[in-house]
């Protein structure tokens, strides 16, 4: 079986550590910020599968976010699918997926933690824009999905 790494999104894609065409994106930002979220990552070519958050956007913060990555990085490897890597700018969330994934017996994967100070940590807004609605039809009639 191949192993696949997984990627936060705001500090570890936005700063350009890109995933592979086979890995996947877990992000702690809110199935609310889905739709900036995709065209944002379509901006950069980037097509993975995301996993979001399903807490609401005032709800969510670094803690519940890491949690979230945690479970699904541990439900993602109960499927079948073999990860290696996740790649996290946030250390508290680097802490709660460790956390996460030693409760559950969780053993091969690698928390890499990447360090800057380019992102802002806290639960923020992002601003990338919607996509024109131009744009969502001709990415529809290719088959492209939005959400």
Do not use: C
């Amino acid at each position: 079986m191949k192993t696949i790494n997984t990627f936060d999104i705001d500090g570890v894609v936005t700063v350009g550590l890109y995933p592979g065409p086979n890995d996947v994106l877990i992000t702690g930002r809110s199935f609310e910020e889905a739709k900036e979220t995709y065209a944002m990552l379509r901006s950069k070519g980037i097509n993975n599968a995301v996993f979001f958050n399903m807490l609401p956007f005032d709800k969510k913060d670094r803690k519940s976010s890491g949690n979230h990555k945690g479970h699904t990085i541990k439900e993602l490897i109960q499927s079948g699918v073999n990860i290696g890597v996740h790649f996290e700018d946030d250390e508290i969330q680097k802490a709660e997926i460790e956390r996460v994934l030693d409760t559950y017996g969780v053993k091969g994967v690698t928390v890499v933690h990447i360090v800057h100070s380019l992102t802002e940590k806290e639960n923020v807004r992002n601003p990338w824009p919607e996509i024109p609605a131009q744009a969502v039809e001709l990415l529809t009639k290719n088959g492209t999905s939005l959400e």
